[in-house]
């Protein structure tokens, strides 16, 4: 069965630092990909996707990701950290293609002013 | 364009009672989907629906949840009778028809369930 981890449960940063956080994922193929956020009291929204073409992929406030196939991980990345960044990031997985996303546990990021 | 909508943002029950959430999802959407998200987890996909028809519901714990989509569009999620551990957000979402394909799912702002 597919699986999806994020190592990092808390991440603090300082704003104006980049940040980086990370997704593995268990699939013998090339899944979709997807990096979602959710802020206090709020559902998720999407950030960006991944499911074919430029390993690159670029999302909504500023947000980037790389689809690396030999490492099996898809890392979502910011240049520079704003306060209003501070939520709950989860990266999940498709495998089969048929909209059944698999979640990771997510990535809780702090911004320090 | 409206979003997802879901109803009641909050619930607190007691044990062994009974609730119901309910569902819009977008305008045009035939796919809904409803997970569960206990704290500290990421969601958990537990029914998704094509139009008014079930094509997952192998997460979905049939003793005591139920779900339906009657005419394709709206749905609610039951929970008869509810356990401590049911205490969780019920996230809704919706996409586009999938039709064995991977759609963007947009979710709605969740129902908070306590179950003291």
């Known amino acids: 069965a597919q699986s999806v981890t994020q190592p990092d449960i808390h991440i603090t940063v300082s704003e104006g630092a980049s940040l980086e956080l990370r997704c593995n994922y268990s699939?013998?193929?090339?899944?979709?990909l997807f990096w979602y956020v959710q802020s206090p009291g709020q559902g998720l929204q999407l950030l960006l996707k991944?499911?074919?073409?430029?390993?690159l992929v670029q999302g909504i406030k500023g947000f980037e990701a790389e689809f690396k196939r030999s490492q099996s991980s898809f890392n979502l990345r910011k240049p520079s950290v704003h306060w209003s960044d501070a939520a709950e990031y989860f990266c999940?997985?498709?495998?089969?293609?048929?909209?059944?996303?698999?979640f990771g546990t997510g990535t809780q990021l702090k911004v320090e002013l | 364009e409206a979003g997802v909508a879901q109803s009641p943002r909050y619930k607190i029950i007691e044990k062994r009672q009974s609730v119901a959430f309910w569902c819009n999802p977008i305008?045009?959407?035939?796919?809904l989907y409803w997970y569960q998200q206990i704290l500290g987890q990421g969601p958990k996909l537990l029914i998704q629906?094509?139009?008014?028809?079930?094509?997952?519901d192998s997460q979905l714990p049939k003793d005591r949840f139920s779900a339906e989509r009657l005419k394709g569009v709206d749905s609610t999620l039951k929970i008869q009778p509810a356990k401590l551990e049911d205490s969780a957000v019920y996230l809704c979402?919706?996409?586009?028809?999938?039709?064995?394909?991977?759609?963007?799912?947009?979710f709605g702002p969740g129902t908070r369930l306590l179950v003291l």
């Open positions: 979402a919706s996409s586009l028809e999938s039709s064995g394909r991977t759609e963007t799912q947009y």
């Open positions: 699939y013998g193929a090339t899944p979709y």
């Open positions: 991944y499911f074919s073409g430029d390993t």
């Open positions: 999940a997985v498709d495998t089969g293609g048929g909209n059944k996303l698999t």
């Open positions: 305008s045009g959407h035939a796919t």
């Open positions: 629906f094509q139009n008014n028809g079930v094509v997952d």
